[in-house]
């Protein structure tokens, strides 16, 4: 059994996750309303990665015979002035998610809660992988400055971007 603090934390990182991907989702509108379909694509994959990521919070918590209780989401910002300020915006909020998981595992390792480190470790490798994404981003925009063509090839290049299968699946079990 979950401690009544691990599951009130876990529980509290569903609300994280499903507000990342809120988030996520007010940037896609964002683009879409600029015509920068790649970019806007980019923007609901990332969101529906963090439906999955709320997801797996929701299965482990059950599967611990815990009790899974959601709480109100917080209205997303909706206007940016450049796509540069959209993923900075999202790198901040990696590094804030990035902090959450920390002190989920501090928290797991204070308690001896074994099963919830392991859990939490894929969170802790995939952390790094969602601030490299978007770091990666915005080098290329902060490459690409202020030039259109720029841009637009960028947004191109988004536009190929689909959900990644590896740890994704097991989610929806
Ligand atoms: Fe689920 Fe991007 O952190």
């Not at 804030?96 to 308690?111: H, K, P």
């Not at 490798?125 to 030039?147: C, M, P, T, Y």
Request: avoid cysteine; glycine fraction near 6%; hydrophobic fraction near 40%.
């Amino acid at each position: 059994m979950l401690s009544e603090k691990m599951q009130d934390a876990l529980n509290a990182q569903i609300n994280a996750e499903m507000l990342a991907s809120y988030k996520y989702l007010a940037m896609a509108a964002y683009f879409e309303a600029e015509n920068l379909i790649g970019f806007a694509n980019w923007m609901h994959v990332q969101s529906q990665e963090e439906n999955t990521h709320a997801m797996k919070f929701y299965h482990y918590i059950k599967d611990r015979r815990g009790r899974v209780l959601l709480r109100p989401l917080d209205g997303p910002k909706n206007d940016w002035t450049s796509p540069l300020e959209v993923f900075q915006a999202a790198l901040q909020h990696e590094q804030y998610v990035t902090g959450l998981i920390n002190n989920l595992m501090d928290l797991a390792i204070s308690e001896r809660d074994h099963a919830t480190q392991s859990f939490l470790k894929w969170f802790v490798d995939e952390q790094v992988e969602e601030e490299s994404n978007v770091d990666a981003v915005i080098q290329d925009l902060k490459r690409v400055g202020s030039s259109a063509e720029g841009v637009f090839f960028l947004d191109r290049e988004l536009a190929g971007r689909t959900a990644e299968a590896e740890g994704e699946g097991e989610a929806a079990e």
